[in-house]
T-cell receptor
Framework: AQSVTQLGSHVSVSEGALVLLRCNYS??????LFWYVQYPNQGLQLLLK??????LVKGINGFEAEFKKSETSFHLTKPSAHMSDAAEYFC????????????FGQGTILTVHP | GAGVSQSPSNKVTEKGKDVELRCDPI?????LYWYRQSLGQGLEFLIY????????KSGLPSDRFSAERTGGSVSTLTIQRTQQEDSAVYLC??????????FGPGTRLTVL
């Protein structure tokens, strides 16, 4: 079985500040890990993913995440927040090299203050 | 190119009625998934199709829920005898085999 825990249902930062959204996972097999973003009344958009290889992955809009197996973590970061980053972010895990059922965390709402 | 589309975007129904939700995947995507997003339960997997077959229906919450996919393309999620707890946003996603899933905008279902 797989599970995802996102620490903090709400995160608030100032524009220009570091964004850090935390994600820890549990998986009995090597995982594939994803971050998705959801803007109001829209579907989910993929930010980045880790499958194999380099553990630091870069995504769209300046986001990146690092897979740390020893910590079972996949935290999402962005050096400088922009107002347009305000949205809900979901971390998800999937069994590697298997069919694609995603298990999602509960989501973190990011608020960016001017 | 065109993304995943879903219809209707919003559906309001009365308790006890049946509803059908439609998903048009990205052309060429063999895999199709349905998820449900609700305030209390977050994002939950419902069912997965590979081609026209559904090897994993484990997320369907009750036998009132069913889904089919025809021609390896369009899928319909049917909810019979709707209940208020069925109110949620139903999201569809598609992918090439086990690749990245691309999501549609969702159908917001409200059961009165």
């Amino acid at each position: 079985a797989q599970s995802v825990t996102q620490l903090g249902s709400h995160v608030s930062v100032s524009e220009g500040a570091l964004v850090l959204l935390r994600c820890n996972y549990s998986s009995s097999v090597p995982p594939y890990l994803f971050w998705y973003v959801q803007y109001p009344n829209q579907g989910l958009q993929l930010l980045l993913k880790y499958t194999t290889g380099a553990t630091l992955v870069k995504g769209i809009n300046g986001f990146e995440a690092e897979f740390k197996k020893s910590e079972t973590s996949f935290h999402l970061t962005k050096p400088s927040a922009h107002m347009s980053d305000a949205a809900e972010y979901f971390c998800a895990v999937r069994r590697g090299t298997s069919y694609g059922k995603l298990t999602f965390g509960q989501g973190t709402i990011l608020t960016v203050h001017p | 190119g065109a993304g995943v589309s879903q219809s209707p975007s919003n559906k309001v129904t009365e308790k006890g009625k049946d509803v059908e939700l439609r998903c048009d995947p990205i052309s060429g995507h063999t895999a199709l998934y349905w998820y449900r997003q609700s305030l209390g339960q977050g994002l939950e997997f419902l069912i997965y199709f590979q081609g026209n077959s559904a090897p994993d229906k484990s997320g369907l919450p009750s036998d009132r829920f069913s889904a089919e996919r025809t021609g390896g393309s369009v899928s319909t999620l049917t909810i019979q005898r709707t209940q208020q707890e069925d109110s949620a946003v139903y999201l569809c996603a598609s992918s090439k085999a086990t690749d990245t899933q691309y999501f549609g905008p969702g159908t917001r279902l409200t059961v009165l």
